[in-house]
């Protein structure tokens, strides 16, 4: 089955560092999502992207989607600790337009 | 708009016992709603995808007799753990598509946390 994989897994970092989570499929993809999960709670849409190369910004989040279509990397510039939670991308499974997939997940945590 | 409310946020029961946790849409109708799973520190896993007024359609490897899966009205859907076991405690969450700026995305509800003693 189509499998979407994050890397890092974890990453620490103090506040006001640089934070870069990047997803990886194994097949080429229409789009994909980022969704953000904080502690104890549930996943909340950030973004789609569509466009090969495509490139979103929102305040220190920047979004790209790799130009073959089958990578996305997520980067946070100057990290809050409100940016703590889990960092999740999505994909449509294939032939369907509806179910996602949701990729292993980077966990980011942001100490003072 | 587009929000999802699930019920109960947390359960606690018995080995044996079955579990009845409510999805409901409140300011969309959803024909189609989907119940992930998701254990502690990993990704959600999809079990199943509700479709209203028709049965469920469910994963590989999840069963379906053992969650069961109502979406009997445009605004509900329910999750029905049957003979709940401590390896059935997780954290399940619902969600609803919507639309959001012309992406077909996710609304999720809160989770719903399982414990079976």
């Known amino acids: 089955g189509q499998q979407v994989m994050q890397i890092p897994q974890y990453q620490h970092v103090q506040e006001g560092e640089d934070f870069t989570t990047y997803c990886n499929s194994s097949?080429?993809?229409?789009?994909i999502q980022w969704y953000k999960q904080r502690p104890g709670g549930h996943p909340v849409f950030l973004i789609q992207l569509v466009k090969s190369g495509e490139v979103k910004k929102q305040k220190r989040l920047t979004f790209q989607f790799g130009e073959a279509k089958k990578n996305s990397s997520l980067h946070i510039t100057a990290t809050q600790t409100t940016d703590v939670g889990t960092y999740f991308c999505?994909?449509?499974?294939?032939?369907?337009?509806?179910?996602?997939?949701f990729g292993t997940g980077t966990r980011l945590q942001v100490t003072l | 708009g587009a929000v999802v409310s699930q019920h109960p946020s947390r359960v606690i029961c018995k080995s044996g016992t079955s579990v009845k946790i409510e999805c409901r849409s409140l300011?969309?109708?959803?024909?189609?709603m989907f119940w992930y799973r998701q254990f502690p520190k990993q990704s959600l896993m999809l079990m199943a995808t509700?479709?209203?007024?028709?049965?469920?359609?469910?994963e590989q490897g999840v069963e379906k007799d053992k969650f069961l899966i109502n979406h009997a009205s445009l605004t509900l859907s329910t999750l029905t753990v049957t003979s709940a076991h401590p390896e059935d405690s997780s954290f399940y969450i619902c969600?609803?598509?919507?639309?959001?700026?012309?992406?077909?995305?996710?609304?999720f509800g809160a989770g719903s946390r399982l414990t079976v003693l």
């Open positions: 999505a994909v449509h499974a294939t032939g369907t337009a509806s179910k996602l997939t």
């Open positions: 097949t080429t993809l229409s789009n």
């Open positions: 969600s609803a598509r919507g639309s959001r700026g012309g992406a077909n995305v996710l609304t």
């Open positions: 509700s479709n209203e007024g028709s049965k469920a359609t469910y």
């Open positions: 300011d969309f109708q959803a024909t189609t």
